[in-house]
């Protein structure tokens, strides 16, 4: 039986951040996990995101989920994504 502690998060992960303007136009930034942790402080912090979003992002970080996790839309028609690769 393998005894490997599987609740170790992927150190080499990163975030795909993408935001899409009301024009369409589109931006593609990728980010370390770790600057994306201080980011969500942040933001929960000074606005931007809710407790509970931070909550989500950072859970699935910990729990080696990837993929989307996180899509808002914003008041003037832009979007921003946030994917887990």
Do not use: C
Request: aromatic fraction near 2%.
């Amino acid at each position: 039986m393998n005894n490997e502690n599987r609740n170790h998060e992927n150190t080499s992960a990163t975030a795909l951040l993408i935001t899409t303007e009301k024009n369409g136009k589109a931006s593609n930034v990728r980010i370390p996990l770790t600057v994306v942790r201080f980011g969500l402080n942040l933001g929960s912090t000074f606005g931007g995101i809710t407790g509970d979003q931070a909550n989500a992002i950072e859970n699935a970080v910990r729990s080696g989920l990837s993929g989307e996790i996180l899509s808002v839309d914003g008041e003037n028609g832009e979007k921003v994504t946030i994917s887990i690769i």
